[in-house]
């Protein structure tokens, strides 16, 4: 499975208050909270940790068909400036972001996957009004099913998924949208 966040820095800067009293607490773990505040860039520090834990919780979402809200059950550990693992009940999920001065977007997946292994993850961002578009070009890039005949479809837990007629052409897809940016992951069906 796969998932994925994007947040526009701009826009948190003026709607959020991450400073405000126990927001830390109710959304970071004690560890996650040590990490921020001593942080270089604070701000930067807890918007990664947040698109980490969405990304991760969407894919978790997804395997188990199951919604709720604990981000503090989620924990971030950083592997690199720009990887991580995120642990939810002793579930790794394994994610990249992209830190740019204009957002932070960050895919994760709950599998490891080897450096030689083929991946069949893709991902995009762009307008947040035309990203199922692109999505679908993307698709049709991948599969040659021209876009008109691609249909995107919600599951119970309204996670996105597309199709052609009754075929699933996505195993699994997460599209999430912020201020100016809106982002796509999908991995393609084995079909």
């Given at each position: 499975?796969?998932?994925?966040d ?110 030689n292994s ?74």
């Amino acid at each position: 499975m796969v998932g994925n966040d994007i947040v526009d820095l701009n826009l948190a800067s003026k709607e959020s208050n991450w400073q405000r009293k126990g927001f830390l607490d109710k959304q970071f773990t004690t560890k996650e909270r040590r990490e921020i505040l001593a942080a270089e860039n604070p701000f930067l520090k807890v918007w990664l940790f947040w698109s980490m834990k969405e990304a991760a919780y969407k894919c978790y979402t997804q395997k188990f068909e199951k919604r709720f809200f604990a981000p503090q059950k989620f924990e971030c550990s950083l592997t690199s400036e720009d990887t991580g693992v995120v642990i939810f009940k002793e579930l790794p999920f394994y994610t990249s972001s992209d830190l740019t001065t204009f957002y932070i977007h960050t895919t994760a997946e709950d599998i490891f996957i080897e450096n030689n292994s083929e991946i069949r993850m893709y991902a995009g961002i762009g307008n947040p009004n035309f990203v199922a578009k692109h999505l679908k070009k993307r698709l049709k890039e991948k599969t040659g099913i021209l876009t008109q005949e691609i249909v995107k479809r919600k599951t119970n837990i309204g996670a996105p998924q597309f199709y052609q007629k009754e075929k699933l052409l996505t195993k699994s897809c997460s599209i999430s949208h912020h201020g100016n940016y809106g982002a796509y992951v999908f991995m393609l069906n084995e079909y």
